[in-house]
């Protein structure tokens, strides 16, 4: 007979123990309101600014279009077209370039803005200077301009993709 009772007892503590159970996740579900996610996910992007006037560059710059503060780095490359601009296969060089302050001069022809830029914020100019560009055998010089970025937190993900020196917030050396 008390076998009977404990069994009965038990039976009538679960049944309790689920409706309990199931009126509390009623009442928290009808009382939570819904939140929207608001989180933006982080996106990195750039432009190049550029004044070019027939032969001559005077601004070369970099626009942070993403929407994170990012370190920004420009690449410099020179070759050659005729006059229908069609690609010439002959040796080019790069023109001299007299680097602004705040870049920081990498290998092949690879300049490092120093400091992060905030979005919709742009790199001083590149240049000090101008860059002309030579007419040379009815073949005119071309310099074209690539830009990168690169979010600027963590600093380890600066510093292990594009190999620079990180000091205090700014790149001191590149590769």
């Not at 993403?66 to 420009?74: E, H, P, S």
């Not at 690449?75 to 005729?82: G, H």
């Amino acid at each position: 007979m008390e076998r009977k009772i404990l069994k009965t007892a038990i039976f009538i503590l679960s049944i309790v123990l689920v409706l309990l159970c199931g009126t509390t996740f009623a009442l928290m579900y009808r009382q939570t309101q819904s939140v929207n996610n608001q989180l933006e996910a982080a996106y990195v992007a750039c432009t190049v600014e550029e004044i070019f006037n027939e032969q001559t560059k005077t601004k070369i710059a970099v626009k942070n279009t993403g929407n994170i503060d990012a370190y920004l780095r420009l690449r410099l490359v020179s070759y050659w077209v005729d006059g229908n601009g069609n690609i010439v296969s002959k040796p080019s060089q790069m023109p001299a370039v007299t680097v602004a302050a705040g870049w920081v001069v990498g290998s092949d022809n690879t300049y490092y803005y120093s400091k992060p830029i905030a979005p919709d914020a742009a790199t001083p100019n590149l240049l000090s200077g101008s860059i002309t560009l030579v007419e040379e055998d009815g073949c005119l010089q071309v310099v074209e301009v690539f830009a990168d970025a690169i979010q600027s937190k963590p600093e380890e993900a600066v510093t292990g993709s594009w190999r620079v020196a990180i000091t205090a917030g700014q790149i001191t050396s590149a590769p």
